[in-house]
């Protein structure tokens, strides 16, 4: 291997290390989120689902951050594919209902989507965490 394949191989880890440790950050986010989104379906109240979606918002940006993170790891490799579908979008009018309303449907459509974003985050931290092996298998 030259040194310019080391140098590329290098930069790819170090690229694939920043977006698992930023998708990890999205988990517990979204961890956090949907702990209360529990919690406001069984005895919540307005408090909990401001605390529910003060949660969403931080699981939100922490999405933002290991999309990124993740488009400059694929531009250094090429593999992982899922980037786009990385977002909690509960919308507007739910969010409102949910904190105004507080009605057990709306909680059941906001924990959907909680757990939906989940299931993105964790088959994108299992791709990173693969293409990050086998570079670093060629370390």
Sequence with gaps: MT????REVREAVLAGRRALESLEEASEALDSASNW????LLAG???T???KHARLGDAREALERARADLYAFTREVD????IESLCVDVGGIATALDVIADNPFVDLYVQK???DA?????AAIGATR????RLEALR
């Design 49 to 51: 689902s401001l605390v």
């Design 118 to 122: 989940q299931d993105g985050v964790e």
């Design 113 to 115: 989507k909680i757990d």
């Design 37 to 40: 989104g529990l919690f406001d």
């Design 79 to 82: 593999d992982v594919r899922t």
């Design 130 to 133: 693969t293409v990050l092996a």
């Design 3 to 6: 040194a310019d394949e080391r």
């Design 45 to 47: 109240g307005l408090i």
